[in-house]
C-alpha cells in the first residue's frame, strides 16, 4: 500500500497544518521454508507517519514534529500516580543501589 499524503495536526501546538505522508496499519504474510516445509506468519506492520513539513504555526522543525510523534504523547499527572503507587508497594526510585 503506497503512503498518502495528510495533513495532520501538530502535536505543540494542535493546530492542522503539518504535511506527512501517512502509512496505515496493515496486515502482512512472512513464508519461511524449512525441511521441505512451508509456514506462513501473518504480522501487523505498525502506522507510520513521515513528517514533510515544519509547522506553520508554531514553527517547531520537521525533527521535532517526528520525535514527538514516534515517542507519542507523555501525561505527566499518569505517571505520577504510577510511581505513588509504586512508592506504597513499597518500591522507591528515588534511592537506588547496586550491589557493587
Known sequence: MKPEEMKIECPFCRKVGV???????TLQAGTSHAAGKTRTKYY???EKYEVQSDCPNCGKSQKEIQRALNEGE???EKEKKIFERLKKQGLDFTNIQTKF
Do not use: M, R
Open 19 to 25: 504535511f506527512t505522508l501517512h502509512q496505515a496499519p
Open 44 to 46: 501487523y506492520t505498525k
Open 74 to 76: 507523555k501525561n505527566p
